[in-house]
């Protein structure tokens, strides 16, 4: 089987998803996982859940680990631009004859044993499968929509690490943050080490009440047993935020947060505070405190406000942003530093142009409401089978809400009239859809990171 096998595989279980046999192609996760060697047994770590940031703490968690001195395996969902960016050791996805060795040898005992899981089944257990052929026995692990199904749960890892809750995703977890906290945080399991980040009131309250029917957990809560504070000073690159992060074991002191955004702050504590935990549950040793800095500051995270400074579509040249934003509050969170972009751009007689893009589900008019209402806004489609058509979240945005909205039939020529638009040297956004992000990094000539 070569890579191209394994996409077309997997894009055909995302394009053909039969609903009522959901569950039990969930259940067959344990059973394909025991099929093949149990994998899972030689790994510990974290598995991270939440609404928004897990992607971003994941990848400040693996930059934590490797200061421990410890291989970091770490499982990033979804992916941008390919499947093989969703198994990295130290941060750097495998080759694709890497994915494909490891895919083949899962799909092999699936088809033996008659054992049809989804498509986040094969992601899971090719990674833990590629972890044990390469040596690598520490997991940083991303859930993907919830928690307590989510194939990564699966692996078993016994520090749970939740970023935040929020209202998305309300057809499959439920319309009310508490129950969309009680599928997420059920991921937990008895004995378990978990991090809670900053919640709400009442995503607070529905987490104590599933946690209170677990046995022999340890917890540490953000603004109680973990507090951060940050604060930006002047470096030799420009501004840089620092941030003091104290936890039950330590006390750690002038950390680098190289990812744009007040936000990340948060994420970046709650990383630190769940390697803690790790070295709590003796996984690793504690991270040495230089190369702690050293490695956070170096922390990448495509496609979460990410700039190209000088990107090229066709003759225009200009400037773009790309955020994988899916939800009102992911919109609202990085707004101020779209804002700033904005700002920067020094063209107030052009304003940015949005590229946009959602899966049917969305609240679209929630997620476009906290950019202003007067800039040019290109709706369009992605490869997905989830995605919207274009014509259709026009319709359900109202006349009177935006400024000039336009469709296109897809990504690359919604590149191509935003930046006709934004005009030479212009700002383009793109947000409302990771897929979208993958699709505009490729059509930029950005390799997968």
Same mark, same amino acid.
């Given at each position: 089987?070569?890579? !191209? ?21 969930? #259940? ?31 990848? @400040? ?35 694709? #004859?890497?994915?494909?060795?490891? @895919? #083949? ?30 040596? *690598? ?21 016994? *520090? ?108 970046? #504590? ?58 009102? !509050?992911? *919109? ?22 949005? *590229? @946009?893009?959602? @899966? ?90």
């Amino acid at each position: 089987m070569d890579y !191209q096998e394994c996409v077309d595989i997997l894009e055909e279980l995302h394009g053909h998803v039969d609903w009522p046999l959901r569950e039990a192609r969930h #259940a067959n996760v344990p059973r394909l996982l025991a099929a093949l060697g149990h994998p899972e047994r030689e790994l510990r770590g974290m598995l991270v859940v939440g609404t928004n940031g897990k992607g971003s703490t994941c990848a @400040f968690a693996v930059s934590a680990v490797a200061a421990t001195g410890a291989r970091a395996g770490s499982m990033p969902s979804p992916h941008l631009q390919e499947p093989r960016e969703r198994i990295r050791v130290d941060g750097v996805p495998v080759t694709r #004859a890497e994915y494909a060795a490891a @895919f #083949a040898e899962v799909h092999r005992a699936a088809e033996r044993d008659d054992l049809p899981v989804m498509a986040t089944g094969l992601y899971a257990a090719t990674a833990a499968v590629h972890f044990r052929n390469a040596g *690598v026995r520490l997991a940083v692990a991303e859930a993907s929509i919830g928690g307590s199904r989510a194939a990564a749960r699966e692996l078993d890892l016994d *520090v749970k690490v939740v970023t935040g809750i929020g209202l998305d995703h309300v057809g499959l977890l439920g319309d009310t943050l508490a129950e969309i906290t009680r599928a997420k945080v059920e991921a937990v399991r008895d004995g378990d080490h978990v991090v809670l980040g900053r919640l709400d009131p009442e995503a607070a309250a529905a987490a104590g009440r599933v946690l209170d029917r677990r046995t022999g957990l340890s917890v540490w809560r953000m603004d109680r047993e973990i507090h951060y504070t940050a604060r930006t000073v002047d470096g030799p690159g420009g501004p840089t935020a620092l941030v003091d992060v104290t936890t039950p074991r330590a006390v750690h002191r002038d950390l680098p947060c190289p990812l744009p955004g007040a936000h990340q702050h948060h994420n970046l #504590a709650v990383a630190v505070a769940a390697v803690d935990a790790m070295v709590d549950r003796g996984h690793v040793r504690a991270p040495d405190a230089a190369d702690l800095r050293t490695r956070l500051a170096a922390t990448r995270w495509p496609g979460r406000l990410e700039l190209v400074p000088a990107a090229r579509l066709g003759d225009w040249t200009g400037r773009v942003l790309l955020d994988g934003a899916t939800n009102p !509050q992911g *919109v609202a969170t990085v707004t101020p530093e779209i804002l700033r972009h904005a700002r920067a751009a020094g063209h107030p007689d052009r304003p940015p142009v949005l *590229v @946009f893009s959602a @899966f049917a589900h969305k609240d679209v008019p929630g997620m476009l409401a906290p950019l202003p209402a007067h800039w040019p806004l290109i709706l369009t489609r992605t490869g997905s089978h989830e995605c919207a058509d274009p014509a259709a979240l026009r319709a359900r945005l109202a006349p009177t809400d935006r400024g000039p909205c336009l469709t296109a039939e897809d990504t690359r020529s919604a590149l191509r009239r935003a930046g006709e638009l934004a005009g030479p040297g212009g700002l383009v956004v793109v947000l409302g859809s990771l897929r979208l992000v993958g699709e505009a990094r490729t059509a930029l000539g950005l390799p997968p990171a």
